[in-house]
């Protein structure tokens, strides 16, 4: 009788599609946290280390540097992007779901420090991910702000835009600086977003 399974050897094309996806994601999250660390700079072997892989498999999928720092880019993005409606199904209010994704936001804007001098000879590249950060991320801080102005527990009028542009802006220094703590004082502008509660 012929067989009509796969051979025992064969892997599904999809489940090598999964495969890759992950261990790209798994290089990512790596390149990520050692740009934290030791700057978009550091040499590809701390990055293949971190990983677990030969810098050859780095060099396959990014031939220079642009290249992994844009991939980092886009994965962090995705990543704080994904994680909003997430949280505000999880989160005990709208209000502490806002708070765990500025987390987040502030963990990105760490990452993407060095990001201009790493792509200085390309700036219609820098533009395209500036529009790809604002198309993905407005949306999911609009959505958590406005669940939290709907249960009272913020003021409405802050728009999304301002309120990470003011973020950001309070990022600036904090590489320069050891003294200097941006996540204190994001704190006190969410407070300050606060309604005040009824004595």
Not at 24 to 41: E, I, K
Not at 87 to 110: G, N, T, Y
Not at 126 to 135: E, I, K, R, S, V
Request: aromatic share 6%; with cysteine.
């Amino acid at each position: 009788m012929p067989s009509t399974g796969r051979s025992g050897g064969e892997v599904p094309a999809r489940s090598k599609r999964a495969d890759a996806l992950r261990n790209q994601q798994t290089l990512l999250d790596a390149a990520a946290a050692v740009f934290v660390s030791s700057g978009v700079d550091a040499p590809i072997r701390e990055i293949a280390a971190r990983a677990g892989v030969g810098m050859g498999t780095i060099y396959r999928h990014f031939p220079n540097r642009a290249d992994l720092v844009v991939a980092v880019y886009r994965h962090q993005v995705d990543a704080c992007a994904e994680a909003g409606p997430t949280l505000l199904a999880s989160a005990d209010s709208p209000l502490a779901a806002l708070r765990q994704w500025v987390d987040l936001f502030v963990d990105f804007l760490v990452t993407k420090h060095g990001l201009a001098n790493a792509m200085q000879s390309d700036s219609s590249g820098f533009d395209a991910l500036h529009t790809y950060f604002l198309d993905r991320l407005v949306p999911v801080c609009a959505h958590l702000l406005d669940a939290a102005v709907d249960t009272g527990e913020i003021r409405p009028g802050t728009h999304a835009y301002e309120l990470m542009r003011g973020i950001g802006n309070l990022c600036i220094g904090r590489d320069s600086d050891s003294r200097y703590d941006p996540r204190r004082l994001v704190e006190l502008l969410l407070k300050g977003l606060q309604q005040p509660q009824p004595l």
